[in-house]
């Protein structure tokens, strides 16, 4: 019975930074993968980037490599999404998402994931 809840989108312009934090009830963030998505519409979901779990391990796509990090705090029960640098093309509504049983690995591929918040927008716009 996992419940996500993002928060932190908004508004910035290129260059800027955001960000975003998800909200877990009903599991420890530490013990379950999570993973942020970006949607765009007309086009084909993005995975952004993993938390994976217990070991802390790291995922990003490509696209946001040397510019997002991803992090948790137990104490808060939160995954946040730090976003630097940003492009035109990060633009879209961003989600964060977790699967029962937990992710051993990291996946990018939202199929995976069966629990997922009600996503945040965010838009870059000069």
């Known amino acids: 019975q996992p419940r996500l809840v993002e928060s932190g989108g908004g508004l910035a312009q290129p260059g800027g930074s955001l960000r975003l934090s998800c909200t877990a009830s009903g599991f420890g963030v530490e013990w379950y993968s999570i993973g942020w998505f970006r949607q765009v519409p007309g086009m084909d979901q993005e995975g952004v980037s993993c938390?994976?779990?217990?070991?802390?391990?790291?995922n990003y796509a490509d696209s946001v490599k040397g510019r997002f990090t991803i992090s948790r705090d137990s104490a808060s029960n939160t995954v946040y999404l730090q976003m630097n640098s940003l492009k035109l093309e990060d633009t879209g509504v961003y989600y964060c998402a977790t699967s029962t049983p937990p992710l051993v690995r990291c996946p990018l591929s939202g199929r995976q994931y069966d629990f997922w918040g009600q996503g945040t927008p965010v838009t870059v716009s000069s």
């Open positions: 938390l994976r779990r217990n070991t802390g391990g790291t």
